[in-house]
């Protein structure tokens, strides 16, 4: 249907749809702009952690280390290394630990090794005697028989009750005693560097004789009649 209008509403209409074109182009813009910061804000955020990776010094720093005697060691690289975040995930996971050389039960000083492209870093390993209860010991004065056999169980010249753990790690010395000569001997026991000394007096049995004799007096004169 036609509709005739005056050219003064046809003014009206004009301006009616010129100003909302006006704002739609403007919500438009503005919609626009407001997305815009969003985007960017990703670029910069990429940006950042891009520049955080490739600040890693990615040094390869192996530290000493030191466990108990029969305990477990550890298996994980982090473990062994002093700055594991200052290092790619890449590379940590490209890295070689050898620990084959550390005997975990027996004390002492031990060399592991870390390789990286065939780059090889080492450190220490220390094993550690275990941590043994403190206690006070008193020794035994013993006699023996010459020719007596000595005890190697520490728990002979000792008068406390010792744990199985307790005689592992103590030592004793009898050398200076001479179980085929009688006299006073003097032997040590050695529990963590303490030093205890006792002693041990060798005798001699006493022999009883019976002095019999083989010779029959004569009878006197007097005797025989």
Do not use: H
């Not at 209008?5 to 503005?30: D, E, H, M, P, R």
């Not at 600040?55 to 473990?79: G, L």
């Not at 002979?156 to 179980?179: F, G, H, Q, R």
């Not at 205890?196 to 019999?212: A, D, R, S, V």
């Amino acid at each position: 249907m036609k509709i005739n209008l005056s050219k003064k509403q046809k003014k009206i209409v004009c301006a009616t749809v010129a100003a909302w074109g006006f704002t739609f182009i403007i919500t438009g813009t503005s919609l626009g702009l407001s997305k815009a910061p969003e985007a960017k804000n990703d670029i910069n955020l990429r940006i950042v952690e891009k520049r955080e990776a490739s600040s890693k010094s990615n040094e390869i720093k192996p530290k000493d280390m030191s466990s108990e005697v029969d305990k477990p060691i550890s298996v994980d690289i982090k473990d062994y290394l002093e700055n594991p975040d200052d290092i790619d995930p890449k590379i940590l996971r490209s890295l070689k630990l050898d620990t084959s050389a550390i005997k975990i039960n027996e004390a002492g000083t031990y060399t592991y090794t870390i390789t990286y492209k065939k780059k090889k870093f080492s450190a220490t390993y220390v094993i550690k005697e275990k941590e043994l209860p403190n206690i006070t010991m008193t020794l035994k004065s013993l006699n023996l028989q010459v020719g007596s056999s000595l005890s190697t169980d520490v728990q002979t010249y000792v008068n406390e009750k010792l744990d199985d753990e307790v005689k592992k790690n103590t030592k004793i010395d009898l050398s200076a005693v001479n179980t085929s000569q009688s006299g006073n001997y003097q032997y040590s026991i050695t529990y963590k560097g303490k030093l205890y000394t006792g002693t041990i007096t060798i005798y001699q049995p006493n022999k009883t004789t019976k002095q019999e004799s083989s010779i029959t007096p004569k009878k006197t004169d007097e005797e025989k009649e």
